[in-house]
């Protein structure tokens, strides 16, 4: 049997990088999968390509800071499809600044995807599970949650809160059978590093104990486990997959 046989699952942002990856292995365990992203001609494309192996994939046009786009969403999957299984909060975005330059209109722009997104999204879904089958929430966050990072007052602040939002869920959502748990990758290969400079690639590269940056199927593999019934007995957690970085 596949591993997320007829789940439900969402998966926002999961047009490119560790989302859509994360669609593709779901997809590939027996998931049907709905694709929740703001880039509308990727996540068109993503859906499709995914589909070729047969798997039950959509698309849905979000942005997960806007509180009545995530009800469109919602709303949407409550009329296709009942319910939900599994939702991933993965969209989030950067948007780096030392303090001293840091505006407000940043701040608040990061905190409202990468923080009160996944709290619309998680409330929204969570109304939506079936506690007789059981749900799963998986959120995510960043090593730099446990370490901080040079430039990432706004990204760390929402990635630490993640990990706390992640334990309050889990003990409110519990009762319901809805298991919450959090993934905190380190360095990935995704649009979101290509950017970094060489030379700080470099100094990041000598923190990672494995010596090398991670690939997003090896995020996307936690993903899985927690989605599945293997981790039955795990909630509240947060799995670090950083080549060791976080020791
Ligand atoms: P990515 O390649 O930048 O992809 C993120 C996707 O989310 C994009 O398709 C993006 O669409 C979408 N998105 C952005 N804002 C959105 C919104 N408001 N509503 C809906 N979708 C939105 O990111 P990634 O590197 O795969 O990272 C995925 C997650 O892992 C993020 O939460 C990130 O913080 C976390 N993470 C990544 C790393 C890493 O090294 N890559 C490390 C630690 C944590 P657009 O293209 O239209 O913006």
Redesign the pocket.
């Known amino acids: 049997m596949e591993r997320l046989q007829d789940k439900i699952t969402v998966i ?9 990856a994360t669609a593709e292995k779901f997809a590939a365990e027996g998931a049907t999968v709905i694709i ?4 509308e001609k ?2 068109l494309a993503t859906a499709s390509e995914i589909a070729e192996s047969g798997a039950n994939v959509d698309f849905v046009k ?5 509180e009545s786009s995530v009800g469109n969403l919602f709303g949407m999957i409550e009329q296709n499809y009942g319910r939900v299984d599994v939702l991933v909060n ?5 948007m780096d600044s030392t303090l001293k330059k840091l505006d407000s209109e940043k701040f608040d722009k990061v905190i409202s ?2 923080l009160k ?1 996944v709290f619309m999204c998680t409330q929204a879904a969570a109304a939506l599970m079936d506690p007789e089958k059981g749900g799963v929430i998986l959120n ?5 949650a446990h370490t901080g990072n040079f430039g990432q007052t706004n ?1 760390v602040a929402t ?1 630490s809160g993640v990990i706390g939002m992640t334990k309050v869920w889990a003990r409110e959502l519990g009762r319901k059978n809805i298991r919450v748990n959090a993934v ?10 290509e950017g970094i400079p060489d030379k700080v690639m470099d100094m990041m590269l000598q923190r990672v104990p494995l010596g090398r ?2 690939e ?1 199927t090896e ?1 996307a593999n936690a993903y899985l486990f927690l989605a599945s019934d293997e981790a039955s007995y795990i909630t509240g957690a947060t799995i670090n997959v950083d080549g060791g970085t976080v020791t």
Do not use: E, H, W
């Open positions: 926002t942002g999961a047009a490119r990088g560790i989302g859509r929740a992203d703001f880039d990727t996540g979000v942005d997960v800071s806007d993965n969209a989030g975005i950067l995807v990468n997104g995510a966050s960043s090593v730099v990204y990635k905190a990758p380190g360095f990935i290969k995704t649009d979101m590093t940056m991670g997003s995020v």
